[in-house]
Nanobody
Framework: QTLLVESGGGLVQPGGSLRLSCHASGTIFSIYAMGWYRQAPGKQRELVAWIARSGATVHANSVQGRFTISRVNAENILYLQMNSLKPEDTAVYYC???????????????WGQGTQVTVSS
């Protein structure tokens, strides 16, 4: 059974950086697309970025140029490097495993438990 475990969240000041990690087990990590979502209080969960098994990436407009998704297949790890953080980036961040869809979209099948990111001075 696929298990996804996130780490790396925390409290950071505006303009700071964090790197989130997601360790996958119980799955053939390299053959699946992976993604990061976030959910702020009172808001719907939104896709932040996803990465195909080829390494091709898609980032949401709100994080383009600030966040970078990457993966290390040999270690079953997914990363999200977050730079120039803003208070509006505050949310619980979730790792996911899924499949790409036509049109360049992504559909998650499995979720991690989430890690809190708080951007505040």
């Amino acid at each position: 059974q696929t298990l996804l475990v996130e780490s790396g969240g925390g409290l950071v000041q505006p303009g700071g950086s964090l790197r989130l990690s997601c360790h996958a087990s119980g799955t053939i990590f390299s053959i699946y697309a992976m993604g990061w979502y976030r959910q702020a209080p009172g808001k719907q969960r939104e896709l932040v970025a996803w990465i195909a098994r080829s390494g091709a990436t898609v980032h949401a407009n709100s994080v383009q140029g600030r966040f970078t998704i990457s993966r290390v297949n040999a270690e079953n790890i997914l990363y999200l490097q977050m730079n120039s953080l803003k208070p509006e980036d505050t949310a619980v961040y979730y790792c996911s495993q899924g499949v790409p869809l036509r049109g360049g979209t992504y559909s998650p099948n499995y979720w991690g438990q989430g890690t809190q990111v708080t951007v505040s001075s």
